[in-house]
């Protein structure tokens, strides 16, 4: 099983960044997935989850609106769009699928 991430890196707030995360090793399509950030100091929250269809969404309160969180299950990926980003939304992004598995982070910088 592998959740391998892709993205992420330094950007000046106000900026936009995309998260990739592509499975492998279980059936991706039957999973709600999930991204969690981990800032210094701080403790791993939930940021986005999205249903194993695609169907339904929820987000943390400090990224609703700004964030997007889709799948593509034909390619096994879920996304996380971030949009106007902000200094505290720097931190550690992590996949996570339902099924138990994380992926090994990224890591989001907003600074200028």
């Known amino acids: 099983v592998q959740l391998v991430q892709s993205g992420g890196g330094l950007v000046q707030p106000g900026g936009s960044l995309r998260l990739s995360c592509a499975a492998s090793?279980?059936?991706?399509?039957?999973?709600?997935m999930s991204w969690y950030r981990q800032a210094p100091g701080k403790e791993r929250e939930l940021v986005a989850t999205i249903s194993s269809t695609g169907g339904n969404t929820n987000y943390a309160d400090s990224v609703k609106g700004r964030f997007t969180i889709s799948r593509d299950n034909a390619k096994s990926t879920v996304y996380l769009q971030m949009n106007s980003l902000k200094s505290e939304d720097t931190a550690v992004y992590y996949c996570?699928?339902?099924?138990?598995?994380w992926g090994q982070g990224t890591q989001v910088t907003v600074s200028s």
């Open positions: 996570h699928a339902w099924a138990g598995y």
């Open positions: 090793g279980f059936t991706f399509r039957g999973y709600t």
